[in-house]
Each structure stands twice: as structure tokens, then as C-alpha cells.
């Protein structure tokens, strides 16, 4: 257990740092993190399912300014392999990953505002011209990202297994029935959040053509998703592009 335990602590570390280093390359989604873990612990299968079911919910969540979301590096990691290692389903997983999320935030926003400290040191070192020590704070920093998603999911995995399994355990049939009832309802939360930021009259009509597709065919996400993305680029292709607009003028 020790070897997974390190390896999905690197994953944890490696989405942490994929969010603030890395440039947004989106490892750190429960859609990416879900499978890996699965491959660690030895169940791809559940770990798409999960990380996918995950996603869905956080899918709307997108740090933005100052904003500070939830950790869904973290949670979707430790959701997805609390699921794994107790045999239980989706909605075990969301019962738990959503809390840890939101506990994670709160270990984040603390190294960030340690980070903030290694900022100013970094600005009084450049006045002082000592580039070494510019370096230095710009890795110490790196290492603290580092450390914000290693520990909290080595330990999880370490110390966390057992206990979780008695806690699943212990919850009353009824109870996890009305977390399978949740489970369902949370990726329409998702999609809900996401197209709060999306909306607008102007793409009004292409969020009716999929409530269509899928009423009134019988379509399912993946087919109206091909549709629109074929629309998509159609309608680029038709766009005019710089060299047209000269030519007209």
C-alpha cells in the first residue's frame, strides 16, 4: 500500500502543480486523475466511471482572479480511490470527495498565502540584484505546490483506507440510498454551473437544439456532442477570415 500511496500522492502533486505551474494542461481534472488512479489501484474501469461522474459535477468550477475553488485535484483523486479500495460506487465517492474538496481549499489558499511571502522576498532580492536567491524563491514556492498535493493524498491513501471503509460500512442502507439519489442529481448541478457562465441569447439555440436531440431522438451526450461539434466547425469554416475582409474592402 505504501508504493500506491506514492504513486497517487506524485498524481495529487502532479495536478496541483499542472493548475499553477504547468499552465492549465488539465491533468488536474477528475476526467484525467480518475483513470490514472484506477490504474494504480488496479480498477481502470471504476476509475473512469468515477472520474468522469466527478467531472461532471466540477466541470462549472473554474478558478478565476483571487478565487480560490475547491481543490477537485484532491478530491477527485481520494473520491476516486475511496471508491476503489472500499468496492463501492459512485455515489460513495461523491459523499466523500466533495468534503475533502472543499477541506483541500483551505490547505490551498494557506500555501498560497505563504507563497505570497516568497513574491516579496523575491522583489527585494531583485533590487538587490542577487539572481540565486530570485531562483531560490521561485523553487521554494514550486515546492510548496508540490507538497500541497503529495501529502494530503499520500496520507489519505496510507492512513485513510481503513477508515473510511468502516465509515462506509457504518452508513445505514437508507442513507446510501439518498447519496445514489444525489449521485444523479449532481451532474445536472454541474451542467447547471457550467451554463450559468455560458448562456447567452446569442447560443440560446444551440442549447435547444441538444435538449431536442436527446428528448425528442433519444440521443445520448456523445452523439448531440459529435452534432455540435460538427456545427462548430462548419460554422468556423463559413466565417470570413482576414484575407476575405480585405478583398471586400
Do not use: C
Not at 42 to 70: N, R
Not at 180 to 200: D, R, Y
Request: charged fraction near 10%.
Amino acid at each position: 500500500m505504501v508504493l500506491e500511496a506514492i504513486l497517487i500522492g506524485l498524481l495529487g502533486a502532479i495536478g496541483i502543480l499542472d493548475g499553477r505551474i504547468f499552465g492549465q494542461m488539465m491533468f488536474e481534472r477528475p476526467l484525467v486523475m480518475g483513470p490514472l488512479v484506477g490504474l494504480v489501484l488496479g480498477d481502470f474501469t471504476t476509475g473512469i466511471i468515477v472520474g468522469a461522474t466527478l467531472e461532471l459535477v466540477w466541470m462549472g468550477i473554474v478558478g478565476v482572479g483571487s478565487a480560490t475553488p475547491p481543490d477537485v485535484t484532491t478530491g477527485g483523486i481520494l473520491g476516486t480511490a475511496f471508491a476503489i479500495m472500499t468496492d463501492s460506487g459512485a455515489e460513495v465517492a461523491l459523499a466523500l470527495a466533495v468534503p475533502i474538496a472543499i477541506l483541500a481549499q483551505s490547505l490551498g489558499i494557506l500555501v498560497r498565502t505563504i507563497n505570497t511571502s516568497f513574491i516579496h522576498r523575491a522583489d527585494k532580492y531583485a533590487e538587490e540584484g542577487n539572481t540565486k536567491k530570485i531562483v531560490l524563491m521561485h523553487w521554494l514556492a514550486v515546492g510548496l505546490f508540490f507538497l500541497n498535493g503529495f501529502v494530503p493524498n499520500f496520507l489519505g491513501i496510507l492512513l485513510g483506507s481503513e477508515v473510511v471503509e468502516g465509515i462506509v460500512n457504518a452508513i445505514p442502507q437508507t442513507i446510501t440510498e439518498g447519496l445514489q439519489v444525489a449521485a444523479n442529481m449532481f451532474p445536472a448541478l454541474g451542467f447547471a454551473l457550467l451554463l450559468q457562465m455560458t448562456f447567452t441569447k446569442k447560443l440560446s439555440p444551440f442549447y435547444f437544439l441538444g435538449f431536442g436531440l436527446a428528448v425528442f431522438f433519444g440521443l445520448d451526450i456523445t452523439p448531440v456532442a459529435v452534432i455540435g461539434a460538427i456545427i462548430a466547425v462548419v460554422i468556423y469554416q463559413l466565417m470570413p477570415t482576414d484575407k476575405d475582409k480585405e478583398v471586400l474592402l
